[in-house]
Protein backbone atom coordinates (compact mmCIF):
# COMPACT_ATOMS: atom_id res chain seq x y z
CA UNK A 1 0.00 0.00 0.00
CA UNK A 2 1.89 2.96 -0.85
CA UNK A 3 1.71 6.04 1.27
CA UNK A 4 1.68 9.66 0.92
CA UNK A 5 4.62 10.71 -1.81
CA UNK A 6 5.45 14.16 -2.36
CA UNK A 7 8.24 15.55 -5.21
CA UNK A 8 10.96 17.28 -5.41
CA UNK A 9 12.42 16.30 -2.03
CA UNK A 10 14.70 19.42 -1.96
CA UNK A 11 14.28 22.76 -3.98
CA UNK A 12 16.30 26.01 -4.43
CA UNK A 13 15.04 29.66 -5.60
CA UNK A 14 15.31 32.98 -5.68
CA UNK A 15 13.18 35.88 -4.41
CA UNK A 16 10.37 36.28 -7.11
CA UNK A 17 10.39 33.15 -8.69
CA UNK A 18 7.28 30.77 -8.75
CA UNK A 19 7.66 26.96 -7.47
CA UNK A 20 5.66 24.30 -8.20
CA UNK A 21 5.63 21.32 -5.47
CA UNK A 22 3.44 17.86 -6.40
CA UNK A 23 1.21 15.31 -4.11
CA UNK A 24 0.20 11.59 -4.71
CA UNK A 25 -2.05 10.72 -1.85
CA UNK A 26 -2.40 7.89 -0.22
CA UNK A 27 -4.03 4.70 -2.03
CA UNK A 28 -7.98 5.17 -1.60
CA UNK A 29 -7.58 8.84 -0.58
CA UNK A 30 -9.65 11.43 -2.03
CA UNK A 31 -8.59 14.63 -0.23
CA UNK A 32 -5.40 16.55 -0.12
CA UNK A 33 -4.02 19.08 2.51
CA UNK A 34 -0.86 21.04 3.18
CA UNK A 35 0.74 22.27 5.52
CA UNK A 36 3.67 24.62 5.54
CA UNK A 37 6.38 23.82 8.48
CA UNK A 38 9.10 26.91 9.35
CA UNK A 39 12.26 25.75 11.26
CA UNK A 40 11.44 24.57 14.51
CA UNK A 41 7.91 25.23 14.08
CA UNK A 42 5.00 23.58 14.03
CA UNK A 43 3.01 22.57 10.15
CA UNK A 44 0.46 25.28 9.25
CA UNK A 45 -2.30 24.75 7.22
CA UNK A 46 -2.36 26.54 4.00
CA UNK A 47 -5.73 24.43 2.07
CA UNK A 48 -7.19 21.44 1.84
CA UNK A 49 -8.55 20.16 -1.52
CA UNK A 50 -11.40 17.65 -2.28
CA UNK A 51 -13.37 16.38 -5.60
CA UNK A 52 -11.01 19.06 -7.50
CA UNK A 53 -12.07 22.32 -5.46
CA UNK A 54 -10.24 24.23 -2.42
CA UNK A 55 -12.82 23.55 0.55
CA UNK A 56 -10.83 25.12 3.20
CA UNK A 57 -7.65 27.95 3.43
CA UNK A 58 -5.73 28.76 6.19
CA UNK A 59 -4.34 32.02 6.40
CA UNK A 60 -2.13 32.53 3.54
CA UNK A 61 -1.95 35.05 1.06
CA UNK A 62 -3.26 34.24 -2.69
CA UNK A 63 0.21 33.87 -4.07
CA UNK A 64 -0.58 30.54 -2.57
CA UNK A 65 -2.93 28.32 -4.77
CA UNK A 66 -3.04 24.77 -5.72
CA UNK A 67 -5.10 21.82 -7.66
CA UNK A 68 -6.64 18.65 -7.38
CA UNK A 69 -6.59 16.22 -10.65
CA UNK A 70 -9.15 13.67 -11.31
CA UNK A 71 -6.96 11.04 -9.59
CA UNK A 72 -6.64 12.88 -6.49
CA UNK A 73 -3.36 14.16 -6.77
CA UNK A 74 -2.25 17.70 -5.80
CA UNK A 75 -0.12 20.61 -6.35
CA UNK A 76 1.32 23.33 -4.65
CA UNK A 77 2.21 26.74 -6.47
CA UNK A 78 3.71 29.79 -4.67
CA UNK A 79 4.49 32.90 -6.88
CA UNK A 80 6.80 35.73 -6.38
CA UNK A 81 8.45 33.94 -3.58
CA UNK A 82 9.66 35.53 -0.70
CA UNK A 83 12.93 34.78 1.54
CA UNK A 84 9.82 33.65 4.68
CA UNK A 85 8.84 31.09 2.11
CA UNK A 86 11.65 28.85 2.98
CA UNK A 87 10.21 25.64 4.82
CA UNK A 88 9.18 22.20 4.97
CA UNK A 89 5.68 21.89 3.01
CA UNK A 90 3.93 18.63 3.88
CA UNK A 91 1.17 17.19 1.98
CA UNK A 92 -1.45 15.01 3.96
CA UNK A 93 -4.90 12.79 2.52
CA UNK A 94 -7.07 11.31 3.80
CA UNK A 95 -10.73 9.84 3.15
CA UNK A 96 -13.33 12.55 4.83
CA UNK A 97 -16.62 10.86 3.79
CA UNK A 98 -15.63 7.61 5.27
CA UNK A 99 -16.03 7.82 9.00
CA UNK A 100 -12.66 7.99 9.77
CA UNK A 101 -11.68 11.12 7.62
CA UNK A 102 -10.27 12.95 10.70
CA UNK A 103 -6.85 11.00 10.60
CA UNK A 104 -4.42 12.31 7.97
CA UNK A 105 -1.16 10.86 6.47
CA UNK A 106 1.81 12.92 5.45
CA UNK A 107 4.47 12.47 3.20
CA UNK A 108 7.94 12.82 3.28
CA UNK A 109 7.61 16.86 2.69
CA UNK A 110 9.32 19.07 0.32
CA UNK A 111 12.02 21.22 1.74
CA UNK A 112 11.94 24.89 -0.07
CA UNK A 113 14.84 27.51 0.27
CA UNK A 114 14.15 30.97 -1.14
CA UNK A 115 18.01 32.64 -1.83
CA UNK B 1 -10.22 30.15 18.36
CA UNK B 2 -8.66 26.72 18.39
CA UNK B 3 -5.70 25.91 19.73
CA UNK B 4 -3.05 24.07 21.03
CA UNK B 5 -0.49 23.90 23.91
CA UNK B 6 2.77 22.10 24.51
CA UNK B 7 5.90 21.91 26.89
CA UNK B 8 8.40 23.48 25.47
CA UNK B 9 11.87 21.70 25.04
CA UNK B 10 14.06 20.00 24.52
CA UNK B 11 13.44 17.11 26.86
CA UNK B 12 16.86 15.18 27.52
CA UNK B 13 16.01 12.02 29.26
CA UNK B 14 18.27 8.66 29.56
CA UNK B 15 17.45 5.57 27.99
CA UNK B 16 14.64 3.67 30.14
CA UNK B 17 13.68 6.77 31.89
CA UNK B 18 9.86 7.60 31.94
CA UNK B 19 8.29 10.41 29.84
CA UNK B 20 5.52 12.86 30.02
CA UNK B 21 5.19 15.48 27.10
CA UNK B 22 2.31 17.59 28.28
CA UNK B 23 -0.58 18.76 25.83
CA UNK B 24 -3.75 21.33 26.61
CA UNK B 25 -6.10 22.22 23.86
CA UNK B 26 -8.78 24.70 23.19
CA UNK B 27 -11.46 24.12 21.08
CA UNK B 28 -14.71 25.27 20.40
CA UNK B 29 -16.55 21.58 19.34
CA UNK B 30 -15.63 18.02 20.17
CA UNK B 31 -12.11 17.73 18.45
CA UNK B 32 -10.31 14.50 17.85
CA UNK B 33 -6.84 14.35 19.19
CA UNK B 34 -3.27 13.33 17.92
CA UNK B 35 0.38 12.92 18.59
CA UNK B 36 2.51 13.25 15.65
CA UNK B 37 6.16 12.34 15.62
CA UNK B 38 8.95 14.17 13.02
CA UNK B 39 12.45 12.12 13.00
CA UNK B 40 15.18 14.49 11.65
CA UNK B 41 14.87 15.30 8.17
CA UNK B 42 11.58 13.52 7.52
CA UNK B 43 7.87 14.14 7.35
CA UNK B 44 5.43 13.63 10.16
CA UNK B 45 4.23 10.08 11.02
CA UNK B 46 1.16 9.33 12.88
CA UNK B 47 1.91 8.09 16.52
CA UNK B 48 -1.62 7.59 18.19
CA UNK B 49 -5.04 9.46 18.55
CA UNK B 50 -7.95 9.16 20.64
CA UNK B 51 -11.52 10.39 19.08
CA UNK B 52 -13.79 11.24 22.09
CA UNK B 53 -13.16 11.85 25.82
CA UNK B 54 -11.96 9.00 27.98
CA UNK B 55 -10.45 7.15 25.12
CA UNK B 56 -6.48 6.31 25.31
CA UNK B 57 -4.69 6.04 21.80
CA UNK B 58 -1.95 3.80 22.41
CA UNK B 59 1.54 2.60 20.20
CA UNK B 60 5.06 1.48 20.52
CA UNK B 61 4.55 1.61 24.34
CA UNK B 62 3.69 5.44 23.81
CA UNK B 63 -0.15 6.52 25.60
CA UNK B 64 -1.97 9.55 26.09
CA UNK B 65 -5.44 9.50 27.30
CA UNK B 66 -8.62 12.38 26.25
CA UNK B 67 -9.41 14.33 29.44
CA UNK B 68 -12.10 16.66 28.81
CA UNK B 69 -11.84 17.74 32.01
CA UNK B 70 -8.80 19.33 31.84
CA UNK B 71 -8.94 19.81 28.22
CA UNK B 72 -5.68 17.67 28.29
CA UNK B 73 -3.75 15.18 25.86
CA UNK B 74 -0.50 13.83 27.49
CA UNK B 75 2.09 12.02 26.10
CA UNK B 76 3.62 9.44 28.21
CA UNK B 77 5.92 6.22 27.65
CA UNK B 78 7.17 3.78 30.88
CA UNK B 79 11.20 3.52 29.10
CA UNK B 80 12.00 5.49 26.32
CA UNK B 81 14.92 4.51 23.91
CA UNK B 82 17.49 6.44 21.83
CA UNK B 83 15.43 5.48 19.03
CA UNK B 84 12.69 7.98 20.09
CA UNK B 85 14.68 10.82 20.05
CA UNK B 86 12.14 12.88 17.72
CA UNK B 87 10.02 15.65 17.89
CA UNK B 88 6.69 15.33 18.91
CA UNK B 89 3.70 17.22 18.05
CA UNK B 90 0.20 17.31 19.47
CA UNK B 91 -2.55 18.30 16.97
CA UNK B 92 -6.39 18.59 17.18
CA UNK B 93 -9.07 18.62 14.28
CA UNK B 94 -12.37 19.48 14.30
CA UNK B 95 -14.42 17.51 11.76
CA UNK B 96 -17.63 19.31 10.38
CA UNK B 97 -18.89 18.95 7.27
CA UNK B 98 -15.79 16.78 5.76
CA UNK B 99 -13.27 19.64 6.84
CA UNK B 100 -10.68 18.09 8.83
CA UNK B 101 -7.93 20.81 9.28
CA UNK B 102 -5.34 20.04 11.61
CA UNK B 103 -4.14 22.50 14.30
CA UNK B 104 -0.67 21.55 15.99
CA UNK B 105 1.44 22.50 18.83
CA UNK B 106 4.97 24.00 18.54
CA UNK B 107 6.59 20.70 18.85
CA UNK B 108 8.50 19.23 22.02
CA UNK B 109 12.04 17.85 20.98
CA UNK B 110 12.89 14.79 22.80
CA UNK B 111 16.83 13.77 23.13
CA UNK B 112 17.57 10.48 24.79
CA UNK B 113 21.16 9.25 26.11
CA UNK B 114 22.22 6.11 26.80
Known amino acids: DAGVTQSPTHLIKTRGQQVTLRCSPKSGHDTVSWYQQALGQGPQFIFQYYEEEERQRGNFPDRFSGHQFPNYSSELNVNALLLGDSALYLCASSLVLAGGGDTQYFGPGTRLTVL | ?114
Open chain 2, 1 to 114: GNSVTQMEGPVTLSEEAFLTINCTYTATGYPSLFWYVQYPGEGLQLLLKATKADDKGSNKGFEATYRKETTSFHLEKGSVQVSDSAVYFCALVLVSGGYNKLIFGAGTRLAVHP
